[in-house]
């Protein structure tokens, strides 16, 4: 933090002295200060004057740069905090105090069939957010829906051009929840396990592509260690260091209870969501989630990565009661946003045809599984 204020407050040679005693101060008061971030005012100065081309602004006081390690600015926060003297306060402002927020980020992945969207679909996320942030351990910060491409072969599935442009206009005024196409544009299948893979890897590459843009980047000799998936200890050595959002799959408790059926998941990607991405599993009407995960010794050894969340408010609102009702030329206004049922409306598109989709075929899980046995 200091060597990040410094070159803009030592300036001249009075500030010089006024620095050099001030990190004798947080030194002396905080020897762990200097394992982070090891300064030499006098040195800074040199190189600050060697590097600047125009003069600074004398007596500013700057806050500190974007993304300055947190322990160091907590340490130097802690040093300080008795202490009124050159407005250092100041540069502990809102945004360095951000940064000192330990909760893990997570983005709640959904995938399905969305065929059609509910409300049901979106209380998901709601219902999870307010679980995974109440817990004071977790900030969301963003939802993802996945449908599920047509090479999924589930009887009644519509096209997927088609309930992905109902889950977009169903999220179109959500701030936090997406739509994302990319199971749905492929003609295959993906296992869910996959769609994880490449949503935590699109956060890395993102992040790292954020503190690339930052570009205060980590001094030489200080790499980057966390590139792996679901690394969370974030690298202190690296001032621009916090761990990338983690991916969490968010379920039904029917779909964790489909997680025994035999041939549908593969025991190791079972074994992968619950290890290393964790699931958020919402209860469902007919689910005894606990029970299953009673039962299950994967899901037992990993519970503490599995977060169930009781829906009181209950309701047992389905895509496929609602494609029913749509059949039957019942009313399902308010089970799904009304812009879904226009669009419903207007592509005519659940009917006693369309229920006949894939209609005879097995659903591509099985299949693959069949095709090569555990
Ligand atoms: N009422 C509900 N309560 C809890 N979870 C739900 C509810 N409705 C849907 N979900 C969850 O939403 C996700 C996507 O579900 P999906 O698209 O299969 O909808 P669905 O209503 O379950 O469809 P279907 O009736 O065809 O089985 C799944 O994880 C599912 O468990
Ligand atoms: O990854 C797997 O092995 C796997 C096996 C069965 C189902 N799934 C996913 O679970 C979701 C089930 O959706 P649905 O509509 O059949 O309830 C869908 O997104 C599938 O891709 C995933």
Known sequence: MLSAIA??????PSSQVLMLGLSRIVLTLCPRFSRYRPWDPSSACRRWYRNQSRAPIRGLVLPPQRGASTRSSQWAQNCISNRNSLHLRSWFSAEAMEKSDSRMEVVLLATGSFNPITVMHLRLFELARDYLQGTGKYKVVKGIISPVSDGYKKKGLVEGCHRLAMAQLATENSDWIEVDPWECSKKEWT?????????????ISTD??????KKSGCRKGQKRKRN??????????????KAPPQV??????????????????????????????GLVCITRMGSNA???????????????NIHLVEEW??????????????????????????????????HDLYNEESEEKNSGLTLEPFLRNSENPQ
């Open 228 to 241: 792996h998936i679901c690394q969370d200890v974030p690298d202190y050595n690296c001032p621009e260091s």
């Open 248 to 277: 969490k799959l968010l379920c039904g408790a029917d779909i964790l209870e489909s997680l025994g059926v035999p041939n549908l998941w593969k025991p190791e990607h079972v074994n992968e969501i619950v290890s290393s991405f």
């Open 313 to 346: 408010i209950t309701n047992d609102i389905s895509s496929t009661k609602v494609r029913r009702a749509l059949r039957r030329g019942m009313s399902v206004r308010y089970l799904v946003p009304d812009s879904v049922l226009d669009y419903i409306k207007k």
């Open 208 to 213: 790292n592509g954020e503190i690339r843009e």
């Open 191 to 203: 296992e869910t396990a996959l769609a994880l893979r490449h949503y935590q890897q699109q956060q």
């Open 7 to 12: 070159p803009r407050t030592c300036c001249d």
């Open 290 to 304: 606990q029970k299953f995960i009673y039962e299950s010794d994967v899901l037992w050894k990993h519970r503490h």
